[in-house]
């Protein structure tokens, strides 16, 4: 059952159809012959969706096809072992490009849309350990040389590595999708098919020549969550522009996916379930005159009564235990392969290798409409790698073949190598003038070019001047209150009424707009919707009434934060994937919003995904009452881990503004490829106008600037206060000075990670260049003339200020929000995590007195006059 469905020996017209199973009638009364799907309404039997007399003719050169993808097996398989045999333990697949070589190579010959000319590529979502497979046939249409193969998981080489998986971050020109986290490509595509509906609906792309969504995903991977998670969004929207592909080899990396039942069996009920078009390509062609045949129902029969283990032991033994376990049950099974030898039932193909039964399926489902549509093939982990793994448990991990193995691969695709060369695991190119290479060149250029193929050509936008935020700009004056949450929904409000860059704004929320103020946003610039609204709202009477719209802007994608960031993801690389600057503003509650999707977020950096993520209601006690679950202290930190991303900790309206109105100059007018972090805080209080002081924009963007020197007195320090804390900075400035004559300068502290990565370059280069003139950091020059010792207080973890304490000049004490969250008051949170007003003057105080400027017997006494209990119960800190 191991055979190559390309050198099928058979030619028949018939298969069991689903809907005639019913009608086969036994010959032997004892026999039941009953389906377990007849009574199952959404599965269908264990055989071909498509009957043989349905399939179309296959429009290509089977034969030079069947050529062209043996030299990428040997290729592919060559490019890891090679690197595996120089340099032990670089890793990289063989097997699961081997199991699906048949399913991409009909693709790229007859499916896949390239972007030359007026239509659009189509996105293709590579399975991630099938890559060595994209980089062989690369390497035949001439786009990679031999040097990168041989520089395979080497990216650091002369000439030029590839990376391990699709990584458009470390090769921006090739690849466009990250896929090998699992679960993520499918959820990415999914979302992605809706993206391009809803760009379509604004009038920013056209409806015209749309193109198709791939996704290539293993039917173990159907485990992660996000891969079926949202399956139902597909069919709900109608989209009919996707294709997921599922390589069903029914082995994952420890063993069988389902060894006690079907994954095919599996994965139809919850598609067909979920609303999508499922087309199974189980068996190949040289089992149709076995099927025509069999008047019993034997046949089909036996394949229910097998469960997947049972399909994974065939694929490794001879045929001759195939006839005696697989068909000797019945004897009407044993004469209906009586005229087969051992060897020809050894050959009997699995669909996925099938290139005819492939093809079939692939066109079925591109030409259907009103629906995604899923095909589930079946095919063999390793297939062609003989005893190195075909079809074994250690397949996934198999990164090395001996000379008898290669031999034997050489053999079974007849690659033109001599023994001499073998052990060198030499590639193998025909000649550009070849017949094989020009069929492969004109097939691309008919389907327009390459693929995959990473191409940037949106235009720059024109970014609106910064008085476009006059509200935040202008702050709430003495007579008001806001909260940066509310400043934020005012400054995007007025970024999508600009005429010129308003329509590329994407806001997305997921079920939180209430929450964050933004509801008014509904009726003014509606709700995406692609059945309009078919519904009166209950609050169509108020002004800002819940509005749905075909042509909505906004994404309003309910409780599914996966969703929401694969939405993100998909406006964020708009630029490279369809020619547009689409500006994403993705805003949810900071707890569940980051660490939920922590993986999809280090994907967006890797996507060189553009656009702005708003953590909002941050802060472990500005969101107070809300308890353990909800309280966010850490994903600042979390963000500042992503390399290409930046992670601000605005205070005031203000800063917020000035912070996007640079991000959006940088990635729409500039082109960097970057994107943002802004936490929001939920807290209400009057925000301060942007004072007009000479580099205060440059001290909120590069991280940190004084907001408000102090008064004069007899002892300095510096404060550093960050998001809605700066209040409590502000506040203990004031006791500072009235009850210890303190002088403290309270500074904004806007980004840390910034402050950081600056001094770390600078220390780099002076290490580096140890005669020359050294270099000072930003953080070093700004704070170098500044006396006193330095206190930094904020509503995050320590860690997040500790970032630069290499690099200030004096006793440096930290404040922060370390432990789980608790249900209380802001004050008593406050006073809980030691961050309030009365704790910053004791830790002030303290500093003063460590450095001997003060007694320690005032910083005793401010304890008792400041109300602090100093034997009060403090956040759990573990330690060893």
């Not at 000439?159 to 090739?174: D, K, V």
Request: proline share 6%; net charge neutral.
């Amino acid at each position: 059952m191991v055979g190559d469905g390309d050198s099928c020996p058979y030619n028949s017209a018939f298969v069991c159809r689903p809907a005639a199973r019913s009608k086969v009638k036994p010959k032997r009364k004892d026999l039941d012959i009953t389906s377990h799907t007849d009574s199952d309404p959404i599965r269908t039997p264990y055989t071909n969706t498509i009957p043989p007399e349905d399939e179309p003719r296959y429009p290509g050169d089977r034969e030079t096809e069947r050529r062209i993808k043996s030299i990428i097996r040997w290729n592919a398989m060559a490019m890891v072992v090679n690197a595996n045999s120089k340099h032990d333990g670089l890793g990289g697949h063989i097997s699961s490009f081997a199991s699906s070589a048949t399913l991409y190579e009909v693709g790229y010959n007859h499916f896949f849309r390239g972007g030359e000319g007026d239509r659009p590529a189509d996105l293709i979502y590579f399975q991630g350990h099938a890559t060595p497979g994209n980089y062989a046939r690369a390497f035949l249409e001439g786009r990679l040389t031999e040097q990168h193969l041989r520089n395979f998981r080497q990216e650091l080489s002369p000439g030029g590595g590839l990376s391990s998986y699709p990584h458009p971050y470390l090769m921006p020109e090739f690849w466009q999708f990250p896929t090998v986290s699992m679960g993520l490509g499918p959820i990415m595509s999914l979302y992605q098919a809706r993206f391009i509906r809803y760009m379509q609906a604004r009038g920013l792309l056209k409806k015209e020549n749309e193109p198709k969504i791939w996704s290539f995903v293993g039917d173990g991977e159907s485990d992660e969550p996000e891969t079926l998670g949202a399956a139902t969004l597909a069919s709900r929207e109608k989209l009919d522009n996707l294709v997921w592909v599922v390589n069903c080899n029914l082995q994952r990396l420890d063993g069988p996916v389902r060894g006690n039942g079907k994954i095919i069996q599996e994965l139809e009920g919850s598609f067909r379930g979920a609303g999508w078009n499922v087309i199974k390509v189980i068996w190949g062609s040289n089992w149709d005159p076995l099927f025509a045949k069999d008047e019993t129902g034997l046949l089909l029969k036996r394949m229910e009564e097998c469960v997947d283990g049972d399909f994974q032991k065939y694929s490794v033994e001879p045929g001759s235990y195939i006839r005696r376990h697989f068909f000797g049950k019945y004897p009407e099974l044993l004469s209906l392969v009586a005229h087969l030898s051992d060897d020809e039932l050894r050959k009997l193909t699995r669909g996925g290798h099938d290139p005819q039964k492939v093809y079939a399926a692939f066109k079925a489902a591109v030409e259907h409409k009103g629906a995604p549509t899923v095909i589930l093939a079946k095919t063999i982990k390793g297939y062609g790698l003989g005893e190195a793994g075909e079809g074994r448990n250690i397949s996934h991990g198999q990164k090395k073949m001996n000379e008898k193995e290669l031999r034997e691969f050489r053999a079974r695709f007849d690659i033109p190598i001599s023994d001499e060369e073998i052990a060198e695991y030499p590639f193998y190119r025909p000649s550009p003038d070849s017949h094989v290479i020009k069929y492969l060149q004109d097939r691309r250029k008919k389907l327009g070019g390459y693929v995959p193929k990473r191409e940037v050509k949106a235009a720059p936008l024109q970014i609106p001047p910064i008085s476009t935020f006059a509200y935040a700009l202008k702050g709430t004056g003495k007579t008001r209150v806001g909260s940066t949450t509310k400043g934020f929904a005012e400054t995007i409000k007025s970024l999508m009424r600009d005429k010129t860059v308003g329509r590329h704004v994407v806001p997305i929320i997921p079920d939180e707009a209430r929450t964050f103020g933004m509801d008014t946003m509904f009726s003014e610039f509606g709700i995406y919707s692609s059945k309009g609204q078919l519904y009166e709202p209950v609050d169509r009477e108020a002004i800002a009434y819940y509005k749905e719209a075909k042509d909505g802007q906004i994404l309003e994608e309910g409780i599914t934060e996966a969703g929401a960031i694969s939405s993100f993801v998909a406006a964020g690389t708009a630029y490279a994937n369809h020619g547009v600057n689409m500006i994403p503003f993705y805003i949810f509650y900071s707890m569940f919003g980051f660490q939920r999707v922590g993986d999809q977020i280090w994907l967006a950096g890797d996507s060189r995904c553009k656009g702005f993520l708003l953590g909002a209601t941050y802060g472990r006690t500005t969101l107070n009452g809300e308890g353990l679950q909800h309280e966010d202290g850490h994903t600042l930190l979390m963000a500042s881990t992503v390399p290409n991303i930046f992670a601000y900790d605005p205070a005031f309206d203000f800063e917020t503004a000035v912070i996007i109105h640079d991000g959006l100059k940088r990635m729409y007018e500039k082109g960097e490829e970057i994107f943002y972090y802004i936490t929001l805080y939920n807290e209400d209080y009057q925000m301060p106008a942007m004072p007009e002081v000479e580099g205060i924009e440059e001290g909120i963007l590069k991280g940190l600037y004084k907001f408000k020197a102090g008064e004069k007195g007899k002892y300095k320090a510096q404060i550093f206060g960050s998001g809605s804390i700066i209040r409590q900075a502000l506040r203990a400035q004031e006791i500072l000075a009235e009850k210890y004559n303190v002088s403290a300068d309270v500074w904004s502290a806007t980004n840390y990670k910034s402050l950081r990565n600056d001094a770390l370059k600078c220390d780099r280069w002076n290490m580096l260049h140890p005669t020359e003139t050294p270099k000072q950091s930003y953080v070093e020059s700004l704070l170098q003339k500044e006396k006193g010792p330095f206190i930094a207080v904020s509503d995050s973890l320590k860690l997040v200020p500790e970032q630069i304490r290499p690099w200030v000049p004096g006793h440096f004490t930290v404040l922060g929000t370390d432990g789980f969250g608790r249900s209380e008051t802001r004050p008593n949170l406050r006073r809980f995590f030691e961050i309030d007003a009365e704790c910053t003057v004791i830790a002030t105080l303290w500093a003063l007195a460590k450095e001997g400027a003060i007694e320690k017997k005032v910083v005793a006494q401010a304890i008792k006059d400041l109300g602090v209990n100093p034997d009060k119960v403090f956040p759990e800190i573990l330690s060893a």
